[in-house]
């Protein structure tokens, strides 16, 4: 059975710290990786999709994908108050794991 | 460009009975899923349509099943309710049906069973 496992936390980091969100997954034959963002009582919210191994960046997210370690990383720069939620990966769009929780305090 | 809409936003229903659940993808996306998030449990994958086909199919009971129409919208059904069954319902949409596609979700259906 395909399997994405996060760290539920709560990961705690400062506001302005860096914040690293970390994904692993079982089919080494997966191509496409996503990261959501949950508020809580709201609906997944997509912030990036990465597709080849390396580093995508976008505005302060940064996604890294490594296919032969099958893990999936997520880094959020300068990080704010309002970036506390709850982080969802997923793999191949229908795979999801079960979030890990950020807490950014000012 | 119209986001995923899901109606209704909240259901409350008692055991035994059914319930549909109804999606509109954005314009121009053929490929809806859905799933069931619990605290407990997560984003549970339900089903994913495309053009009126169910490609793929998670670990649910028969008690849950779907449909996709024509325009692409979708429905969900869940007969014989129980109490487990209380959770919020998400569909999303994507342009295909290709594991690629980034996928967008709607606001999700509340639904509690009492």
């Known amino acids: 059975q395909k399997e994405v496992e996060q760290n539920s936390g709560p990961l705690s980091v400062p506001e302005g710290a860096i914040a690293s969100l970390n994904c692993t997954y079982s089919?080494?034959?997966?191509?496409?990786f996503f990261w959501y963002r949950q508020y809580s009582g709201k609906s997944p919210e997509l912030i990036m999709s990465?597709?080849?191994?390396g580093d995508k960046e976008d505005g302060r997210f940064t996604a890294q994908l490594n296919k032969a370690s099958q893990y999936v990383s997520l880094l959020i720069r300068d990080s704010q108050p309002s970036d506390s939620a709850t982080y969802l990966c997923a793999v191949a769009k229908l795979i999801f794991g079960t979030g890990t929780r950020l807490q950014v305090f000012p | 460009k119209a986001g995923v809409t899901q109606t209704p936003r909240y259901l409350i229903k008692t055991r035994g009975q059914q319930v549909t659940l109804s999606c509109s993808p954005i314009?121009?996306?053929?490929?809806v899923s859905w799933y069931q998030q619990t605290p407990g449990q997560g984003l549970q994958f339900l089903f994913e349509?495309?053009?009126?086909?169910?490609?793929n199919k998670g670990n649910f009971p028969g008690r849950f099943s779907g449909r996709q129409f024509s325009n692409s919208r979708s429905e969900m059904n869940v007969s014989t309710l129980e109490l487990g069954d209380s959770a919020l319902y998400l569909c999303?949409?994507?342009?295909?049906?290709?594991?690629?596609?980034?996928?967008?979700f709607g606001p999700g259906t509340r639904l509690t069973v009492l």
């Open positions: 314009s121009g996306h053929r490929s």
């Open positions: 349509y495309f053009s009126e086909t169910q490609r």
């Open positions: 999303a949409s994507s342009l295909g049906a290709s594991g690629g596609d980034e996928q967008f």
């Open positions: 089919d080494r034959g997966s191509q496409s």
């Open positions: 990465i597709y080849s191994n």
